[in-house]
């Protein structure tokens, strides 16, 4: 982390009404069940979903080819406050109001990475944690053809960003989470680690 | 979804006021960032994280392991009310206070799915969506060895708890995330389909 200056610190956790948040809220759902029994679920939600893709985020599972390399992905690493941790995730960020996911995974990569990607695929809607909120995201695959001598390009982050790059060959993406997941204050984003840990299983699991 | 009697359904969401939350609670933390600047961050939280483990919750990555078919994994259909939608998931369930993460892994995969299963590896604490809420998990992968013509055990659920446990082969679970995707009022928990999706990658792409 040798770009920043300090380590962050947190100075005050407080209650806040949901009539103050600006990015989240809370919400009582009263649902009806299979049974016809009356209940209610505590929800928390993003105030910010578009209504254009109503989906919130995107995450770019990517590969960095490399004419003489092994394919490789870049994972960022930032301090996120909910945690008051550093945070090893696949590059990610909330879809705009008239982005499609395509659009907004082409515009994050670039913000967050530097490079121009090209979009592989696109998954269906996941529900980012379903006990506890409404969020979603889409995973989109990318891809970025490197150069032989290509410099690394400039970041292009939004104030208050503070994005860590690091480039991993695929084939030690997990050995090199739990690696992170080790060090103090370090946490690794569980869509990354299940990524990184289906592969592991694929490649040392009998299948069929 | 045949064992319910009537498709669930949500007759009121309202505006949640913290103070009166029982399972999470908004804060806004307070922080000083890498270059000295104050800041604030919204963050949903649980209410219910045990001191003792640390940790919110478990998902049970399975392999049910039969003398004459090719290894399986039970996944868990559940109507969620934060989505409005039958989630696909692994098992999972939050750790309760005094319990570690193997136990809370044997238990709720017992309560869930009615078998007994052995815990081969536990995760490190994983950020289950680090931008929005402190949540953490641990992926607690776990085997059952069946008979060849065991019967399928009964679930022990709690009250309220309606959940449709389906067996799928590992080499098809992509494809099979994929389908139920497709369906309506149905969405793949992101964790299960990264691993998934992890799985496809390592067994389609060159990796060295």
Redesign the interface.
């Known amino acids: 982390m040798s ?37 209610t ?6 105030k910010t979903r578009a209504a254009s893709a109503g989906v919130d ?1 995107v995450a770019m ?1 990517n ?1 960095l080819r490399h004419p003489a390399r ?2 490789a992905t870049m994972i960022v690493i930032q ?7 550093y ?1 090893v ?1 696949w590059p ?1 960020g909330l879809i705009d109001e008239r982005e499609t996911a395509e659009q907004a995974a082409v515009r994050e990569f670039r913000e967050e990475t530097g490079y121009t990607c090209r979009v592989v695929s696109v ?15 889409q ?1 989109v ?1 990318v891809e970025v053809d490197l150069g032989t001598d290509e410099a690394v390009p400039e970041q292009r982050l939004e104030d ?1 960003e ?1 994005i860590e790059r690091v480039v991993v060959p ?2 030690e993406l997990y050995d090199r989470l ?1 690696d992170y ?2 060090r103090e204050r370090f ?17 040392t ?4």
Request: hydrophobic residues 45%; charged residues 20%; glycine residues 4%.
């Open positions: 770009a920043k200056s300090q380590e962050p610190v947190i100075t005050k956790v407080a209650d806040l009404p949901t009539n103050e948040a600006k990015w989240l809220a809370l919400k009582r759902v009263d649902y009806v069940d299979q049974t016809g029994k009356a209940r679920w505590e929800v928390a939600t993003r985020a599972g590969v092994p394919p301090y996120r406050p909910p945690l008051d941790a945070t995730e990610a998954s269906p809607p996941q529900a980012a944690d379903p006990g506890m909120s409404n969020a979603n995201m995973l695959m208050g503070h695929l084939a739990l997941a080790a946490i690794v984003a569980a869509k990354l680690f299940h990524f990184a840990a289906g592969m592991q299983f694929a490649l699991t009998k299948l069929t």
